[in-house]
């Protein structure tokens, strides 16, 4: 029985999971973006944090599944890396949206959305992605992601729009000011991270209108700008992805019933669904 490495990758951490014998380990590295490393770094990286784990154990097949793939220039330099320390694998790169499909679809079709710290959706036939509605990124789009829902939040805020008690729980919760707030989004990088930390504020206030309004809006505007454009939403199943979509169920599941849609399945992450599918 071959031996199988599956990866699941963001910017900040990466997780691994080594298929030897029927048993799974799962490792975990920091996160390999082609955006933020070259070549020699990745290389760097494994080298310290991934290969000391493996002990020696020869890989047949690698699957990595992360951001910014769908860039063949990144997707080249993530391969050439891999081909450098996993020499005798079968090595196959893909995007984080290919992993979000084949986690909640499996060899079926379907639609896979991804609502993490950003959004992303497609439609997936069970073989490949035919046809995608891209997030934009968190500047012109990523509606219903953790940064969307958590501009909105500073928004309700820096506007006090909040009423008393919301501008005082978040007041408890986050410590900061205008000045902190409008310095972090506008000169220190990765914003979008930073925005999405204020979600869990909506999580933590469940229940108040305000609270609920945001999040209502937010996903419907996903839906709006997103699920529309596929005319399969309205003939398949619409699965979800990612820490929003799994926080947020019962929204989804109240929009898919308003606009007569099919929710599908909803995890938290993709792993489980990779390791049975590539098992």
Not at 245 to 263: P, V
Request: glycine fraction near 8%.
């Amino acid at each position: 029985m071959s031996i199988k490495l599956i990866a699941d990758s963001g910017a900040t951490k990466c997780e691994w999971c080594l298929l030897q014998n029927g048993k799974k380990k799962t490792i975990l590295t920091q996160g390999i973006s082609p955006y933020f490393l070259n070549s020699q770094q990745i290389i760097t990286l494994l080298q310290k944090e991934l290969l000391p784990k493996l002990k020696g154990i020869k890989v047949d097949e690698l699957y990595f599944y992360g951001t910014g793939l769908s860039n063949p220039n990144n997707s080249k330099i993530i391969k050439l890396s891999l081909k450098k320390l996993f020499t005798s694998a079968k090595v196959e790169v893909n995007t984080d949206l290919l992993a979000a499909a084949r986690a909640l679809c499996g060899s079926g079709k379907g639609i896979a959305c991804i609502l993490g710290t950003g959004s992303n959706s497609c439609y997936y036939n069970g073989k490949k992605i035919v046809k995608n509605s891209p997030g934009l990124g968190y500047i012109l789009g990523d509606e219903g992601s953790g940064a969307f829902l958590g501009k909105k939040v500073i928004q309700h805020y820096l506007y006090h729009t909040f009423d008393e008690d919301l501008m005082s729980r978040f007041d408890a919760k986050f410590t900061t000011n205008t000045v902190e707030i409008l310095e972090r989004v506008y000169k220190e990088p990765l914003a979008n991270r930073y925005l999405a930390t204020f979600a869990v504020f909506l999580a933590e206030n469940r229940g108040h209108y305000m609270i609920e309004n945001i999040i209502e809006d937010g996903l419907n505007d996903f839906f709006f700008t997103h699920l529309y454009k596929f005319r399969e939403s309205w003939i398949m199943p619409i699965n979800f992805i990612g820490s929003v979509a799994f926080g947020f169920k019962d929204i989804l599941q109240e929009l898919c019933s308003t606009y007569e849609l099919e929710l599908g399945n909803v995890l938290k992450k993709p792993m489980d669904g990779l390791v049975k599918y590539h098992a």
